[in-house]
T-cell receptor, first 112, second 112 residues
């Protein structure tokens, strides 16, 4: 079965600093990959998804970007963090037709 | 526009009784529905799903019911156990897409 690794588990960053969150997946090849954000008291918002290397679809215009340099690696980045970027960031894989997505354990990002 | 709604932010149930979590959606193109359970500081865990060709799916103590005419689904947990205490998210997707739309979650507390 697949395993989704996310790191770091928690991160505290100052406003204006850059960001790089990494997600790697084991146990599957050519997965669909996703980045979600859960803001305090809200549901999961899809930020980006990728169906293959170098293929990124953005769902919400924002201060963030995503890249997929390898088949099982998905990176979430920002050049300059805003206070509103605080939240719980989740990586997921899967979600092919009638198959569920599976999530990593997330990164708690706090912006000061 | 919130296409998937969980109108009850919280629910308390006695151990051994039935827990019923509700979810409403507005998009008639949704044809695959899922429930996830989430503990604090962890990623959501897939629980159960249902496709629009069915109106019920059962897995052990968990049953999902889908009422397409009312655009409503519910998750029944019988009997409820203290370990079921978590936040439950419903999600929906439309045919041919990889994108899930999540509700805002319902926090279930099962009292011993």
């Amino acid at each position: 079965s697949q395993t989704i690794h996310q790191w770091p588990a928690t991160l505290v960053q100052p406003v204006g600093s850059p960001l790089s969150l990494e997600c790697t997946v084991e146990g599957t090849s050519n997965p669909n990959l996703y980045w979600y954000r859960q803001a305090a008291g809200r549901g999961l918002q899809l930020l980006f998804y990728s169906v293959g290397i170098g293929q990124i679809s953005s769902e919400v215009p924002q201060n963030l970007s995503a890249s997929r340099p390898q088949d099982r690696q998905f990176i979430l980045s920002s050049k300059k963090l805003l206070l509103s970027d605080s939240g719980f960031y989740l990586c997921a894989e899967g979600g092919t037709v009638n198959q569920p997505q599976h999530f990593g354990d997330g990164t708690r990002l706090s912006i000061l | 526009d919130q296409q998937v709604k969980q109108n009850s932010p919280s629910l308390s149930v006695q151990e051994g009784r039935i827990s019923i979590l509700n979810c409403d959606y507005t998009n008639s193109m949704f044809d695959y529905f899922l429930w996830y359970k989430k503990y604090p500081a962890e990623g959501p865990t897939f629980l159960i799903s249902i496709s629009s060709i069915k109106d019920k799916n059962e897995d052990g103590r968990f049953t999902v019911f889908l009422n397409k005419s009312a655009k409503h689904l519910s998750l029944h947990i019988v009997p409820s156990q203290p370990g079921d205490s978590a936040v439950y998210f419903c999600a929906a997707s439309g045919s041919g897409t990889y994108k899930y739309i999540f509700g805002t979650g319902t926090r279930l507390k099962v009292l011993a």
